[in-house]
């Protein structure tokens, strides 16, 4: 009788905690595909809610599996399919539903590894074991992925070949800058047009990279101060992308000065690659900057130098690709002096 009570039980528990999932899968959905629906609102502030549609399957994943993740996301990738139809199914598995289980998949994803010698062994006498959390960089990595497929998933729509695309963003971007005047553009506002239409898919690979990054450090974030999050906080000044980042950096590059659509992803790749290499530069930036006195005042001004002017980036972009070729932190943590004995 005791062991039926206690199946019982087990299944009681398991039941009611698949309930709790599939309600908080249900609320995930619901919130992101509202967020990303508003879109078509056509207001300043739906642009802020449209890329924050990841945040609440992130949240999920992180908090509470990505199945939970999966099942949300495809329910809202069925109700906005039901609604607005096949075209924002799409986009939105392809850009929310699919990068939010994911990313939320492998911020939990770890595995047992054994100690050095010096750890004693346990009590059973095996030997001590610890958690290899999923390393950073290759989560950024991932992020990169997303973005570059995400935002050629979006000027596919618009063309299958470079000239296509290119002509395509020209005039959306001129009915935008120039139709609301009514007046022909002169030659200097067609050139600038021009200009931005070159540049629209980096700066698109841009923006998807800085969102996605932002929506997972976010939804982490609320994760661990509601107790939610089931690994430790990563030391997020340790990041450091794979070794052959680089080649894969340097391929885009030149990839860029060929024509078509193969330049286009090139673009894209580059400039979602360098971003990365960024975020490593602020990384250097917090290691450096340790023993520093005015450490807060230097790191807040980098930061703000870089949200209000922008161009500040290519510093923190060098400053990635030089820890990458000098091992610039692992240099400052040996040349460190290790911390006083406490008496």
């Known amino acids: 009788m005791v062991g039926v009570s206690q199946t019982s039980n087990r ?5 009611q905690l698949m309930i709790a999932m599939l309600l908080i ?14 879109i078509s609102s056509g207001a300043l502030m739906s642009l802020l809610l449209f890329y924050l549609a ?4 992130m949240l999920a994943a992180i908090g509470w599996g990505a199945t939970s993740a999966a099942v949300g996301g495809l329910a809202a990738a069925l109700g906005l399919g039901a609604i607005f139809g096949l075209p924002y199914l799409g986009a939105y598995v392809l850009t929310v539903a699919l990068p939010a289980f994911w990313l939320g998949r492998l911020v939990l994803l770890g595995r047992r590894v054994a100690t050095n010698e010096a750890s004693p062994p346990l009590a059973s006498g095996a030997p001590a074991t610890a958690m290899e959390w999923y390393p950073l ?8 992925g997303f973005a570059t ?7 596919l729509t618009l ?10 963003l020209r005039h959306g971007l001129t009915r935008i800058m120039l139709a609301p005047s009514g007046s022909t553009p002169s030659p200097e506002a067609t050139q600038l047009v021009a200009a931005l239409a070159i540049a629209a898919p980096a700066a698109a690979a841009l923006i998807a990279t800085v969102t996605l990054t932002l929506n997972l450090w976010l939804a982490a974030y609320v994760a661990s101060t509601s107790g939610r999050l089931h690994r430790p906080w990563p030391l997020l000044r340790s990041v450091t992308l794979p070794p052959m980042t680089l080649v894969a950096l340097c391929v885009a590059l030149g990839l860029c000065f060929t024509s078509g659509l193969l330049a286009i992803v090139a673009q894209i790749v580059s400039a979602a690659l360098l971003l990365a290499y960024a975020l490593t ?28 002017f922008g161009w500040p980036i290519l510093a923190m972009v060098s400053l990635g690709l030089a820890d990458a070729f000098l091992n610039i932190r692992q240099r400052y943590q040996q040349r460190r002096p290790p911390p006083a004995p406490v008496s």
Do not use: N
């Open 25 to 38: 899968a249900g609320a995930a959905g619901c919130a992101s595909a509202l967020m990303f629906a508003s």
């Open 137 to 144: 960089g290759r989560l950024l990595l991932w992020i990169v």
């Open 159 to 168: 063309g299958t070949d470079g000239p296509a695309i290119t002509e395509a």
């Open 281 to 308: 530069g602020f990384a250097v930036l917090h290691t450096i900057t340790q023993a520093m006195r005015g450490r807060m005042l230097l790191l807040c001004t980098a930061y703000a130098a870089v949200m209000v």
């Open 149 to 155: 497929l995400t935002t050629t998933g979006a000027l």
């Open 54 to 57: 990841p945040l609440p399957l």
């Open 11 to 15: 299944s009681k528990g398991a039941g």
